[in-house]
């Protein structure tokens, strides 16, 4: 009796051991285990944005996407609003293999690996759709590659809009009267230098520290999308809006190349399709909505206006001729889409 009871204990203790391998191996994000029809995965994505911007919409369809082509096999939890961190953290985190996947300012990356500068020519593209059309570019394909040597897998670029420029008290109408003011701008070399130019003081701060900045008055403007001045409520705090479109703001859709690197080809074309899914996603549903946007503002009670592209030629070719001879990749991207 004792050897049966014995015996029962042991295929007991044989079975809780078996299952908590199996829990270990669901909970691992990094680890695929077996399913009969391939590996299972449980991805990580982080990025910056609140969850009412496009680039968090998109990450929900990059996850609707993978679940369905991977007939539920790949899993993707997201993180939203910078919950990981800095973008420099998030970056370190997806080269070091502990996070899957970050949807990246170019404007950050431009710090870390030159040739996304290329991305911040002003009026490169004359439109939305112009700029997502770029994305299947040679020259775009071969930025996007620079981040290999840091273990890190550029897949697409995700396009929210292009850039407007808000004031909180100045009806700036040309880029003289820039002159002095207090320009908050991403943190970004070839962003900062743009403004250097045009006269004003760049403030260099990341977007969770703007509206506060500008409603305290450490700062009188910004640099910004106009999807972002909806979601982060700018209307409340700046009463001016050009809405000038004169610079692109990809973010870089990024993998951990430790990753990338363990699947096979089927699963990487997954990735890469589902990536693309959303990218084009992104591009046309935002691209459709600038009118909506610019009356959302104006009901809001802000004056939305337009600058002419002409008053900024001399700032343009600027910044050609610095930016141009400083790295190959830009010159090519500058001669490709400046025609
Ligand atoms: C910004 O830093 O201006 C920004 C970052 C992410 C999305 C939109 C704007």
């Given amino acids: 009796m ?26 691992d994000t990094k680890t695929a285990s077996k399913s009969e029809s391939g590996p299972t995965y449980n991805f990580k994505l ?22 369905k082509r991977s007939n539920g096999r790949m899993k993707l939890e997201i993180y939203p609003a910078s919950q990981l961190g800095t973008e420099a953290d998030m970056v370190q985190q997806i080269s070091a293999g502990s996070v899957d996947f970050g949807f990246i300012t170019a404007a950050y990356l431009s710090s870390r690996a030159e040739a996304f500068t290329a991305w ?16 299947d570019t040679e020259v775009a394909k071969k930025i996007l590659a620079t981040l290999d ?29 820039m ?65 000038t479109n004169h610079m692109v703001w990809p973010a870089v859709a990024m993998m951990s190349k430790t990753t990338y690197d363990k699947m096979s080809d089927e699963d990487k074309k997954i990735i890469n399709e589902s990536i693309k899914a959303a ?8 691209s459709g909505q600038e009118k909506e946007f610019k009356k959302t503002l104006s009901d809001s009670g802000m004056k939305i206006y337009e ?33």
């Fill in 46 to 67: 982080a990025h910056i944005t609140p969850t009412d911007h496009m680039w968090h919409k998109a990450a929900e369809k990059f996850k609707e996407e993978l679940e």
């Fill in 307 to 339: 600058i002419d592209q002409s008053l900024f030629e001399p700032y343009i070719k600027k910044f050609d001729e610095k930016y141009g001879p400083s790295n190959p990749l830009i010159k090519e991207f500058i001669d490709t889409f400046r025609k």
């Fill in 179 to 243: 002159k002095g003011l207090k320009f908050r701008v991403t943190p970004s070399p070839p962003l900062q230098d743009f403004y250097k130019s045009l006269g004003a003081s760049p403030e260099s701060l990341p977007l969770p520290e703007v509206y506060a900045a500008i409603q305290t008055g450490v700062i009188d403007g910004m640099d910004m999308d106009l999807d972002a001045t909806i979601t982060n409520k700018y209307f409340e705090v700046a009463k001016y809006g050009a809405v």
């Fill in 2 to 27: 004792r050897k049966i009871r014995k015996m029962g204990l042991m295929i007991l203790m044989f079975m809780l051991v078996l299952t908590a391998a199996a829990c270990g191996k669901d909970t």
């Fill in 120 to 135: 911040f020519a002003p009026y490169a593209f004359k439109d939305l759709e112009a700029a997502n059309a770029a994305r």
């Fill in 279 to 286: 990218a084009n996603y992104s591009a046309t549903t935002r």
């Fill in 149 to 177: 040597n840091q273990n890190i897998k550029g897949l697409d670029y995700l396009f929210a809009g292009s850039r407007l420029m808000l004031f909180k008290e100045k009806d700036v109408q040309k880029p003289e009267d």
